[in-house]
């Protein structure tokens, strides 16, 4: 997080610049100076919430005092989906008005409002749900995960996949067209899930089919074995006694037995296995590929 923080502060911080450069031009009353440092303080992508509402804020009081109420009202709509509780304090009635005709035009509707969700499955990822976005602001969503930052487009639901790790820090923001956070996040800390046990995944099981099977393949051999030898000793009678051949009989029937309850336990031991696979998320991934030269199947699987 330290290492994070550095990069932040090293990091110019435009729109900071460009807000406080529109401040002083206001202050000296050149007003189209002022929207273009404003528009250029939009338009570099690293405001705060805090930053993004002083901007709208301002571009609504420059619009208005320009004689722009329509513009001005819009800015000022921007201003309170992001800080409902925004007031201008004491202005002059040019600004005032397309302030109320902003709060009247979102009257009854929600504030922007985002939460986060997490998911494991196929993979861990964070997820910004935008549950009320009365002006359509935002446009994507930004995970600070140490000195990494992971972003996405879109909206209502943006899926942000996190780095592995067993315990992962996450800021996650919602973010305008430009790149500005509209909406900070309280911190998460995702903790990665404990590893399921040894006999819950389906790999072991697998192992043990292989095993189990080829222990009954082999006494399948000894069975067909001591047969053959037991039909060899009949046809050799004058050679062999009676006890001889009734021991390979009983050998053989022995290692039949052994070998017939092996391919059973193997049998079950492969289809716990096959459940536990299914099961797994993500544990087999099957891709398709065609061209007009060739076509091709490939499995890949994770242990």
């Keep these: ?28 009353l050149r007003y189209d100076r002022a929207l273009e440092e404003l528009d250029a303080a939009l338009r570099a992508g690293d405001a ?42 004491d202005v002059s009635p040019k600004i005032a008005q ?7 035009a979102l009257a009854g509707r929600p504030p922007l409002t985002v939460h986060s969700e997490i998911v494991r499955a196929p993979a861990t990822a964070v997820v910004l749900v935008v549950d009320s976005d009365p002006l359509a602001m935002v446009a994507g969503a930004r995970a600070v995960v140490g000195n990494r930052r992971l972003e996405g487009r879109g909206s209502p639901r943006i899926e942000l996949p996190l780095p592995a790790g067993e315990h992962i820090e996450v800021t996650l923001s919602a973010i ?14 995702v ?4 590893p399921p046990p040894v006999y819950a995944r389906w790999w072991p099981w697998a192992l043990a089919a292989g095993a ?48 017939n309850i092996s391919f059973g336990v193997a049998g079950a031991c492969a289809v716990v296995s096959a459940i536990l696979l299914v099961r797994t998320p993500g544990s087999a991934e099957t891709t398709l ?3 007009p030269s060739h076509a091709g199947l490939s499995l890949r699987w994770r242990f």
């Design 212 to 259: 189990v099977a080829a222990n009954g393949l082999m006494f399948g051999l000894l069975a067909k074995s001591n047969d053959d030898d037991a039909h060899a000793a009949i046809r050799n009678s004058t050679m062999h006694d009676f006890r001889e051949v009734q021991s390979l009989q009983d050998a053989a029937h022995r290692d039949a037995l052994v070998a």
């Design 176 to 189: 305008d067209r430009y790149g500005n956070r509209l909406v900070d996040l309280a911190p998460l800390v």
């Design 1 to 28: 997080m330290l290492l994070a923080l550095l990069l932040a502060l090293a990091e110019p911080m435009q729109a900071r610049q460009h807000l406080d450069k529109a401040r002083g031009l206001v202050e000296q």
């Design 98 to 104: 397309p302030f109320t005709d902003a709060r009247t």
């Design 191 to 194: 903790e990665a899930p404990a």
């Design 48 to 89: 705060s919430p805090r930053e993004l509402a002083n901007i709208y804020r301002m571009l609504g009081e420059v619009n208005a005092a320009l004689e722009l109420p329509t513009t001005a009202s819009e800015d000022f709509q921007r201003l309170l989906a992001l800080d409902p509780a925004a007031d201008l304090g």
């Design 289 to 291: 590929s065609f061209s």
